[in-house]
Every structure is written in structure tokens, then in C-alpha cells.
């Protein structure tokens, strides 16, 4: 059973249209899983910032 912290992040009108209805099922599939997702438009950088999945 996955469980701890998914840190992902996607531009915003891709992430409010495609991303965030498949993370709110995944989150229902696996409630022992914390889903950090940010929404932007700006440049990340993914490595420091700490995230899994753009």
C-alpha cells in the first residue's frame, strides 16, 4: 500500500483540467498517501524544491 508524501506540480490550466481529477480519485484509492500539488505557471526547480512528478 503506498503511504507517505507525493510532492507534484503542473502548469496551471493543464493541472485544473487533466491532473486534478486523477489525483482526487488516486487520493481516494490510497488515503495513506499525502498528495502535495502546486499549480503554476513559473519555472520550479524540481530537484531542490523537492518534487517527484511535473
Given amino acids: 500500500v ?3 508524501r507525493l510532492r507534484l506540480t503542473a502548469p496551471v ?3 485544473e483540467k ?3 481529477p486523477l489525483v482526487n480519485d488516486f487520493v481516494l484509492r490510497y488515503p495513506e498517501l499525502d498528495v502535495d500539488m502546486k499549480l503554476t505557471n513559473q519555472t520550479l ?3 531542490a524544491e523537492g518534487y517527484d512528478l511535473a
Wanted: charged share 15%; aromatic share 8%; net charge neutral.
Fill in 45 to 47: 526547480d524540481l530537484v
Fill in 13 to 15: 490550466t493543464y493541472g
Fill in 18 to 20: 487533466s491532473i486534478a
Fill in 2 to 4: 503506498p503511504r507517505g
